[in-house]
């Protein structure tokens, strides 16, 4: 969801999950692919970017590694990293600014 939030300010939106061939193949035989979290547009221009959403300090997969060199979207993959201090920080403006609104409702009462 933060992913989504950043890149909307910017005019993209997700159109869902990008996937991309890996050029190598399953156990079966088929085509291995990665999926990646967004497929972003942006509605401006109609640019596209492959985004992977991760947290902290978490890694690519091995499937997403094998892809990486095969997204054909301008500046290849992008990578939004969320930290757990950024979901903190934001949660607590969230929390001050509700204690806040209903403060002043109370007096404004």
Do not use: C, W
């Amino acid at each position: 969801m933060v992913t989504k939030i950043k890149y909307a300010a910017k005019g993209y939106l997700s159109e869902g999950i990008a996937e991309v061939e890996t050029k190598g193949t399953t156990a079966s035989g088929g085509t291995q692919v990665a999926k990646y979290d967004h497929n972003m547009k942006n509605i401006f221009n109609g640019n596209r970017l492959t985004v992977e959403s991760k947290f902290n300090t978490s890694g690519l997969t091995k499937n997403q590694r094998l892809a990486r060199p095969f997204v054909t979207t301008p500046g290849g993959l992008l990578i939004n990293r969320t930290t757990s201090q950024q979901l903190g920080k934001v949660a607590q403006s969230v929390a001050t600014g509700g204690i806040t609104t209903t403060s002043n409702q109370i007096k404004n009462n």
